[in-house]
Nanobody, 125 residues
Framework: QVQLVESGGGLVQAGGSLRLSCAAS????????MGWFRQAPGKEREFVAA????????DFADAVKGRFAISRDNAKSTVYLQMNSLKPEDTAVYYC??????????????????WGQGTQVTVSS
């Protein structure tokens, strides 16, 4: 059973920064592509960013390119999302997910069956 625990969300003013963390267990983390997703009120969950097993390859949604960075620490089974130049439209609950053996390029289209509780990010204007 994969368990995902997201943290680091909060309230920030537009232009500010936040760093999210996601601790994963129940999967072979060092061989799992990982990703971040978000869901705004009244909207479907959407892809944000993905990272390959060793962190050498990354994929970003157009809406966050140049502002967000994704990284991972395989020794800690943790993936991070550094969010800079935040905008009110970034307000959402942020979730992480991943799968052992998945390619980083497949993360954005993967239909994951279970999710963690997410962490709320609110950006005020």
């Amino acid at each position: 059973q994969v368990q995902l625990v997201e943290s680091g969300g909060g309230l920030v003013q537009a232009g500010g920064s936040l760093r999210l963390s996601c601790a994963a267990s129940g999967l072979a983390f060092s061989r799992a592509a990982m990703g971040w997703f978000r869901q705004a009120p009244g909207k479907e969950r959407e892809f944000v960013a993905a990272i390959s097993w060793l962190g050498s390859n990354k994929d970003f949604a157009d809406a966050v390119k140049g502002r967000f960075a994704i990284s991972r620490d395989n020794a800690k089974s943790t993936v991070y999302l550094q969010m800079n130049s935040l905008k009110p439209e970034d307000t959402a609950v942020y979730y992480c997910n991943g799968e052992t053996g998945l390619s980083y390029s497949e993360v954005r289209r993967r239909k994951f069956s279970s999710w963690g509780q997410g962490t709320q990010v609110t950006v005020s204007s």
